[in-house]
């Protein structure tokens, strides 16, 4: 995170020492086995939108555990990947939504302020959710609670069960939750299809005089 606005807010808002929590545990389990994302990536999404420029929150669960899936950025994958299957729906929603964009990797709507956060920053190769409760929800519960405390209305996307139980961070009324199923196959059908969270976004965001995000970029 470097010297990000996000480190520095992030150390108030934790119990102290708890960046060096983080720092042994990713030393010890780095050094062990196979983990994803690769450790420069850990904490590419706050790098990738510092807390002054985030409009939307895409909250994840935990990072995709295949070989060269995982980018530190939530459901993105790098273009030359085939598309997972969550991110397969993501991007057929958005085609129905707002258009087709055939490309995997999320990086551009990054760039303009989507915060595409993963509850848990890590995990170990083939076992999904495999970091659970060990150190980092605290740590994405405290970038959720920051956002909340922003002035600007940002947009909350939660999708599934395990991102809604995050909406009790939410507590200001000017922001907006947009709530679905989860976009994986088991749960796509139930209310995800047909729930248009990109258009919804930027209507808000017009609505509250921010610059609409292009999906599709």
């Known amino acids: 995170m470097g010297h990000s606005k996000w480190h520095g807010l992030l150390k108030k808002q934790l119990p102290a020492g708890y960046f060096s929590k983080i720092n042994h ?21 706050l790098a990738s939108t510092d807390y002054d ?19 530190g950025l939530s459901f993105s994958v790098p273009n030359d990947m085939p598309a997972p299957p969550s991110l397969k729906n993501i991007l057929r929603e958005l085609a129905n939504d707002i258009g087709p964009r055939n490309h995997h990797d999320l990086t551009p709507w990054a760039d303009q302020g989507v915060l595409l956060l993963n509850a848990c920053l890590t995990v170990p190769a083939g076992q999904a959710n495999g970091h659970a ?3 980092w929800e605290p740590f994405t519960d405290a970038v959720i609670s920051l956002l909340d405390q922003r002035e600007e209305p940002l ?16 507590k200001n009324q000017r922001h ?8 994986s196959p088991l749960s796509s059908y139930r209310g995800f299809f047909g729930s248009k969270p990109f ?19």
């Open 155 to 170: 947009v909350f996307i939660l999708w599934g069960a395990y991102a809604r139980k995050k909406k009790r961070l939410i």
């Open 53 to 71: 420029q985030v409009k939307v929150l895409i909250l994840g669960q935990d990072p995709y555990h295949g070989p060269g899936q995982a980018q």
């Open 25 to 45: 545990f990713l030393d010890a389990v780095y050094a062990q086995e196979i983990i994803y994302p690769e450790r420069k990536n850990v904490f590419k999404a």
């Open 199 to 217: 258009s919804k976004t930027n209507q808000f965001l017009e609505k509250t005089h921010q610059k609409p995000i292009d999906w599709l970029q």
């Open 133 to 135: 409760d060990i150190i």
């Open 176 to 183: 907006l939750i947009l709530e679905a199923p989860h976009p």
